[in-house]
């Protein structure tokens, strides 16, 4: 049998530190001996190798292009008039077909819904645009939040709900992915796997 000294390296200060720097867990343990427990797992992602011009010593593979795109600005944040229905239910059903493979009929009532709140949205803010947050109410006694404001916030609280359900928000769309790995996802996904 041997000794727990002799299962251990007998390091001096200098590969200590050497040591520290390449495993990610030492410990300096009794009487001096140190106890290297596992290889760093700490690797450059792919995209920072590419960032940087340098290589990975191992094989790791880059996210889809369509996972590292930017969120564009909405066009009808500076100009509210060019926000336009039909353009955005297009859209949004041309990337839910694309993401996930939905096309049923039932979800356009749903997607109406959501433009018509968004539009309500756009509308409070373009009546709010020159008004004052808070404004006289009950006939000029009191001061209180401009109506268009509680309006719009409780459009903000649907149109949230709606992309929600329709997996339009990235918490969504993370759930959504999750389900994948379930046994009655593959079920469900019938014979094809499609």
């Not at 530190?17 to 427990?37: D, P």
């Not at 009929?105 to 709010?128: F, P, S």
């Not at 929600?164 to 389900?179: C, F, I, Q, V």
Request: with cysteine; charged share 25%; glycine share 10%.
């Amino acid at each position: 049998m041997r000794n727990n000294a002799q299962n251990n390296l007998k390091l001096n200060d200098n590969d200590k530190k050497q040591a520290r720097g390449q495993f990610s867990a030492c410990t300096v343990g009794h009487l001096g001996y140190f106890y290297i427990m596992r290889p760093m797992a700490n690797r450059k992602p792919p995209e920072r190798h590419a960032a940087d011009g340098t290589r990975s010593k191992h094989k790791g593979t880059s996210l889809p292009e369509a996972v590292k795109l930017r969120v564009p600005v909405a066009e009808w944040l500076d100009d509210p008039d060019s926000w336009d229905k039909q353009k955005f239910v297009k859209e949004t059903s041309d990337f839910l077909w694309d993401t996930y493979g939905i096309g049923s009929k039932m979800d356009r009532h749903v997607l109406a819904m959501l433009a018509d709140q968004i539009d309500t949205y756009i509308q409070c803010n373009r009546g709010l645009e020159g008004e004052d947050i808070v404004v006289s109410v009950n006939g000029g006694s009191s001061l209180g939040t401009h109506p268009l404001i509680t309006i719009r916030d409780k459009t903000i609280t649907k149109i949230i709900s709606l992309m929600n359900e329709l997996g339009l928000t990235p918490r969504s769309r993370l759930t959504a992915k999750k389900e994948d790995g379930k046994p009655l996802a593959g079920f469900l996904k019938g014979p094809g796997g499609t």
